[in-house]
């Protein structure tokens, strides 16, 4: 069994910061990649492979930092000078393969981050 769980969010004024932490732990042999969504997971903000290259969203380079720490199966987000527009429930997806050798992803139930003037 495989678990991911997102935290860090939160409510923050247009120009602030947050912080968002996600946790994948169970019968997890090694991971590919991490990466975070917005919106039902249709809408990808950032991604990370293992060996800590990021792809972004273009409307959050420059902005946002994703991060891994493979020890402990945890990715990071760092996100500065938020919009209102950045108001999303955030998803954090592990795409992993198991111990018995099969590669799966699985997704956490979403960390709410709110924007507000």
């Known amino acids: 069994q495989v678990r991911v769980v997102e935290s860090g969010g939160g409510f923050v004024h247009p120009g602030g910061s947050l912080r968002l932490s996600c946790k994948a732990s169970g019968t997890i042999r090694s991971i590919n990649h991490m990466a975070w969504y917005r919106q039902a997971q249709r809408d990808l903000v950032a991604r990370v492979t293992s060996?800590?290259?990021?792809t972004y969203a273009d409307s959050v380079k420059g902005r946002f930092t994703i991060s891994i720490d493979n020890a402990q199966k945890t990715v990071y987000l760092q996100m500065n000078d938020l919009k209102p527009e950045d108001s999303a429930t955030y998803y954090c997806s592990a795409d992993v393969v198991t111990t018995r050798g099969t590669r799966r992803t699985y997704g956490g139930q979403g960390t709410q981050v709110t924007v507000y003037a």
């Open positions: 060996d800590d290259v990021p």
